[in-house]
């Protein structure tokens, strides 16, 4: 069965340092690839996505991702997080078509301190 | 534009009793997907509809949820009778075909 693992639960950091989240999934057919983001109190938002093309994709709000194939992986990335950016993270992907389902990780909170 | 909207936002019901959470779409979104997070857990599908027809329902979890989705705009999900590992999280979901999924910003259940 599909499954995407994060990497890891909580992170904590301070306000400018550096934003690694890893996500691996089990899947060897074509992938579309989704990072959401869920801001406290807030709805799920897509961050970023990759379908095709240059593996390296840009986000909104200064987030972005590879999609390295051989490693089965699409870490997210942010060189300077903000106190702003606290919120759980989700990768997921989707394969079965563009209408098929999402197949989320568990999460990873973020904490930032100011 | 209005996003996904679902009601309520919370629901607190006791076991063997029954509720109903609502998912209004984007307007024109003809695919709507249901999701759960149960604590701890990752969010996992339930169901997709295309417009008023179910696509895919492999992941209900058993014959105590029913979803509808009458003339292929607001859908509703309903456990009857509930129990207590219903309690969690119920997303909604919809797209436009080959497009991003737009997310509620969920129903919280707790089964007491």
């Known amino acids: 069965a599909q499954s995407v693992s994060q990497h890891n639960h909580h992170v904590i950091l301070s306000e400018a340092a550096s934003l690694e989240l890893g996500c691996n999934y089990s899947?060897?057919?074509?992938?579309?690839l989704f990072w959401y983001v869920q801001y406290p109190g807030q709805h799920l938002q897509l961050l970023l996505k990759y379908f095709s093309g240059d593996p390296l994709v840009k986000g909104i709000k200064g987030f972005e991702a590879e999609f390295i194939k051989s490693k089965f992986s699409f870490n997210l990335r942010k060189p300077s997080v903000q106190w702003s950016d606290t919120a759980e993270y989700f990768c997921?992907?989707?394969?079965?078509?563009?209408?098929?389902?999402?197949?989320f990780g568990k999460g990873t909170k973020l904490s930032v301190k100011p | 534009e209005a996003g996904v909207t679902q009601f309520p936002s919370h629901s607190v019901i006791e076991k063997g009793q029954t509720v109903t959470l609502r998912c209004d779409p984007i307007?024109?979104?003809?695919?709507l997907y249901w999701y759960r997070r149960v604590m701890g857990k990752e969010i996992k599908f339930l169901l997709h509809f295309v417009k008023e027809s179910k696509q895919d329902e492999s992941g209900m979890p058993n014959n105590r949820f029913l979803a509808e989705r009458t003339g292929g705009t607001y859908s509703t999900l309903k456990v009857q009778p509930a129990e207590l590992e219903d309690s969690g999280v119920y997303f909604c979901?919809?797209?436009?075909?080959?497009?991003?999924?737009?997310f509620g910003a969920g129903t919280r259940l707790s089964v007491l």
């Open positions: 997921a992907v989707r394969s079965g078509g563009s209408q098929g389902n999402l197949i």
């Open positions: 307007s024109g979104h003809d695919n």
């Open positions: 979901a919809s797209s436009q075909v080959g497009v991003i999924q737009y």
């Open positions: 899947y060897g057919g074509t992938v579309n």
